[in-house]
């Protein structure tokens, strides 16, 4: 007889077990298999395979486009992160204040509501928006007498374009993280800024900002570690162009392994992918540490 | 120089009223402490004097000037919270400067003034350090020291005590005293420790439900509560009240209460009925036989240096329960039967209606 302590044991682990199942069938199996692929090299009709070593890894990191996805990657991220956060914040220090309750929760609903739709089905409405000659925001600066501007087909404004649209899909998860954090702020603290004599300016630079800095630091890592793989919303609406203007890093993970069947490149793409995202996160979170550490 | 004069004041927030009409004189230097029950107002009103919380109606005056807009730095006030409210991203030495720099004082001066406070209040070694690593007294410590840097007119305090332990309330109890002995500055000072207010207060004022029940020095409104509320407020354990009928006795006027007879300070209508509060340190415990009232003992307190009687008195079906305190170590059994003795001055008399103290 098994004692009760046998028993719980196993429940614990039968309880565990379909989220284990899940687990292994759509993270732990693909990571080993591309870990894998990123040594093999694949034939695409025969699917035998071959170890070749470092030579995946070799073809990415010497393919100038590599280069190039990774470069277009982030100068997105820049771009989304200012965006995202910037704009983000500067939202909820509006509406951080006395607001009636049942406004502030439509101004919330409405922020938060794009993060909600599906990112294609967004993507699709911006192209028709940003499309050259029927596009409603060309529409608008024509009525201006302005000349339209070339939204997907200019490549030095391509990217903007895709920038506009995360950050109008995504600012509002960040409005509402930081207007939380906004509100967490002691009410005592901002009252003794008060009888110090700083102005709702200073308070706001001096020690509400200082106060939410880790919360900062959090929604920059998250922002950039989306903007890494930035592909949905690119795909559909410039696939990349114009030339390879908008190209992410995912997308050329993407039609490595996909559009040309190397599996093996692909994967290996996707493995520098990781480091890197590793690489950037331990760097903002060490940062953030010393901010924290205070 | 700064007196205080509170005109009438109200306060409601949205429809609800919470300070009924409050009027108040302080003194240039005195130091006032506010108690009352929890929710009364007292934190409301401080708020209201510091120009945290707009004054829906009546006039806030200082040193005779109407401040009821103005902010609280041209009020010259300086509030200490209870939650201390140190910026945790700045270093003592900033928290203190903070207030200077938005006067924008020249660095030098800021510098030699957060040194002078820093001496006075002995945290010069804290002064590098942030928050996050002050004990909760060194914290409190700060607290007081960025308000006294700015040289205010008026001092307030918002139950500034209440988050340290025992010994240390005692130790900052002493320096607050000290420190207002050395400034000289008027003093709004809350609390809700009766040793607080009785020690440090120059004039208490007893809030309740909004409304200023009594005012007074510590051992005015100990001695004289002008009604039930405030002779229950003060003094602890509290006061015991007994409900009584006015009897006459050949000895003088006397009051009959649950238990037996008590001796009245002043002659009554014969048969009124009237509420009798008799502080536990006047009761004299003595032999039950041929006392004038009798209590049964439940059960006792030990605090060492004196002990706490709780009794039953009267019909044993629907008893009144008092405290009984006596100095040293007092030794009697459960159920024990006591004879109670008290003298006729130290009997408070109440109307039973109105609670209002009836004029000795
Ligand atoms: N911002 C506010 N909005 C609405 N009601 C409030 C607000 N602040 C205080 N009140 C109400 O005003 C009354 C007085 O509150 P206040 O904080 O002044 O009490 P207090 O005497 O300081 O109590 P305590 O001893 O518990 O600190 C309470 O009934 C409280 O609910
Ligand atoms: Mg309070």
């Known amino acids: 007889m098994a004692t009760l302590r046998q028993r719980e044991t196993l429940a614990a682990y039968g309880f565990l077990a379909p989220a284990y199942l899940i687990y292994l069938l759509f993270l732990a199996i693909p990571m080993v298999a591309s870990l894998l692929l990123s040594v093999l090299e694949v034939d695409r009709l025969t699917l035998a395979t071959q170890f070749v070593g470092w030579a995946n890894f070799d073809w990415v990191l010497t393919d100038p486009r590599f280069w190039k996805t990774f470069g277009n990657t982030f100068y997105f991220i820049a771009l989304a992160v200012v965006g995202n956060v910037g704009l983000g914040l500067g939202l909820a220090v509006l509406l951080d204040r006395n607001i009636p309750g049942p406004l502030l929760y439509l101004f919330r609903l409405a922020y938060f509501l794009p993060v909600l739709v599906s990112l294609a089905f967004v993507s699709f409405i911006w192209r028709f928006m940003f499309s050259f000659d029927l596009g409603a925001i060309n529409y608008y600066i024509r009525m201006l007498g302005l000349p339209p501007v070339g939204w997907l087909t200019d490549k030095n404004v391509a990217m903007f374009s895709i920038v506009i649209i995360d950050v109008w899909k995504n600012v509002g998860f960040f409005v509402i993280i930081l207007l939380a954090a906004l509100q967490g702020v002691p009410r005592n603290l901002m009252e003794a800024a008060r009888i110090d004599g700083a102005s709702p300016f200073t308070a706001l630079r001096r020690i509400k900002l200082p106060y939410i800095a880790p919360v900062i630091l959090f929604c920059v890592t998250y922002a950039t570690i989306g903007g890494l793989q930035v592909f949905d919303s690119i795909k559909i609406i410039t696939d990349g162009g114009p030339g390879d203007s908008t190209r992410s890093v995912v997308m050329y993970m993407f039609s490595e392994a996909f559009s040309a069947g190397e599996l093996g490149t692909g994967a290996a793409s996707a493995l520098t992918l990781l480091v890197v995202i590793a690489i950037v996160t331990a760097i903002q979170l060490t940062l953030g540490r010393r901010f924290a550490g205070r | ?360």
Not at chain 2, 156 to 183: G, T, Y
Not at chain 2, 216 to 229: E, I
Request: aromatic share 6%; with cysteine.
């Open chain 2, 1 to 360: 120089m700064a007196t205080l004069a509170l005109r009438d004041i109200r306060k409601s927030f949205g429809k609800h009223e919470v300070i009924h009409g409050v009027s108040l004189d302080v003194k240039d230097g005195e130091f006032v402490v506010f108690v009352g029950p929890s929710g009364c107002g007292k934190s409301t009103m401080l708020r209201m004097i510091a120009g945290l919380e707009t004054i829906t109606e009546g006039q806030l005056l200082i040193d005779g000037a109407v401040m009821n807009e103005e902010t609280p730095t041209r009020r010259g006030i300086a509030m200490v919270f209870q939650s201390y409210a140190l910026y945790p991203n700045m270093t003592v030495y900033q928290n203190m400067a903070f207030g200077l720099e938005q006067a924008r004082l020249p660095k030098a001066e800021i510098r030699e003034l957060v040194l002078e406070a820093a001496e006075t209040l002995k945290i010069e070694p804290l002064l590098q350090r942030r928050p996050g690593q002050l004990s909760g007294g060194q914290s409190q410590r700060v607290a007081i020291g960025r308000s006294i840097v700015r040289n205010p007119r008026i001092f307030l305090f918002d139950e500034p005590l209440s988050n340290l332990d025992a010994e240390l309330r005692v130790h900052m109890r002493v320096e607050i005293a000290n420190l207002h002995k050395r400034m000289g500055r008027t003093t709004i000072y809350v609390t809700h420790d009766q040793v607080e207010a009785m020690t440090l207060a120059d004039t208490i004022v007893v809030f309740n439900e909004g409304r200023i029940e009594q005012l007074g020095t510590p051992l005015d409104l100990y001695n004289k509560p002008a009604n039930r509320f405030v002779a229950g407020f003060l003094g602890s354990p509290r006061m015991n009240f007994l409900q009584g009928r006015v009897a006459e006795a050949a000895s003088g006027p006397c009051v009959e209460v649950p238990g037996g007879v008590l001796p009245l300070p002043q002659p009554a209508r014969q048969g009124e009925a009237i509420e009798i509060g008799i502080r536990p340190e006047h009761l004299e415990v003595v032999a039950p036989e041929g006392a004038a009232a009798r209590a049964r003992v439940q059960f006792t307190e030990q605090l060492g240096g004196e002990t706490f009687l709780y009794c039953d008195v009267g019909e044993a079906a629907e008893p009144a329960r008092i405290v009984i305190k006596r100095q040293g170590q007092q030794r009697f059994g459960d159920n024990e039967v006591i004879g109670l003795a008290i003298g006729a001055s130290d009997v408070y008399c109440f109307d039973s209606k109105t609670g209002a103290a009836l004029a000795a």
